[in-house]
């Protein structure tokens, strides 16, 4: 779970005003994160020197931390080489390997085009 900005302690104030509301300390199942994209770059990179080969991004909130993970955390793992800037394949089925299925509706292929009834 994690809280950006790029501004040091300013993601560290959004979960405090969180916390105050609420009136007790945010918590969540997963690890909390606060700070700067190059931070969260820098904790993400030390956990794969570490053997961790995935992370999992949650954005305590849609509103701001999915735009400072897409447009400052990525970029920053891409200056470090650490994020693809492009894929290998056009399709999600050619990233993972996958043949093209046989078209069933292609005459000749035993599909619903081969039978015609009158």
Known sequence: MVFLDERPGVARSRRDRLDAL?????TSDA??????PS??????????????????????TLSRDLPA?????????????????????GTLRGLLGLPRPANRFAAGVGGAADTVSA
Not at 22 to 26: I, K, N, Q, Y
Not at 39 to 60: M, V, Y
Not at 69 to 89: D, K, N
């Open 69 to 89: 993970i897409t447009r400052a955390l990525v970029p920053e793992l891409q200056a470090r080489g650490a994020f693809r800037r492009s894929y290998e394949a």
């Open 39 to 60: 931070e969260l770059a820098d904790l993400l990179l030390d956990r794969r020197r570490s053997g961790l080969t995935g992370f999992r991004l949650r954005p305590a």
């Open 31 to 36: 690890e909390v994160f606060t700070g700067t």
């Open 22 to 26: 609420s009136g007790e300390a945010w």
